[in-house]
């Protein structure tokens, strides 16, 4: 029970901020967004503005993530491993984030133990049911 809380919170936090950070990368896709990302940060990546990145991150952790977050909330068959498979794409995207930014900063942490959190959870979740399916 108190895994899925944790999945839960961990979700909704990640849903929250990707698809606050997502519209804000969109928005000012050619500028500095938060004041602290100027375009030059891209200079080593395949981008030329925010734009791409802010909707991979909208979808791939904010809409993919609320909806990992309805199906963990409605304990749908398989959400343990929905939950690790949004722990996964989350770590994917710092990884990838941090490669092609070459720099590692306090968020970078952050998310990764919630990715970490979200990968641990579903697995606990999937394994509280013999059948993958979630307990009632």
Do not use: K
Request: proline share 4%.
């Amino acid at each position: 029970m108190y895994v899925r809380v944790l999945a839960v919170v961990a979700l909704l936090f990640l849903s929250i901020t990707a698809l606050y950070g997502g519209t804000v990368l969109i928005i000012h896709a050619h500028g500095n967004p938060w004041g602290m990302m100027p375009l030059n940060l891209l200079r080593d990546s395949p981008f030329h503005s925010w734009l791409v990145p802010g909707i991979i991150l909208l979808t791939a952790n904010g809409v993919l993530g609320l909806w990992v977050l309805g199906l963990v909330l409605a304990r749908c068959r398989h959400d343990g491993f929905w939950a690790m498979f949004q722990g996964c794409v989350l770590l994917g995207w710092l990884v990838a984030e941090c490669v092609l930014l070459r720099m590692v900063i306090w968020p970078h942490y952050l998310y990764g133990v919630v990715a970490l959190v979200l990968i641990l959870a579903g697995a606990a979740m999937r394994h509280s049911s013999p059948s993958g399916a979630s307990a009632n």
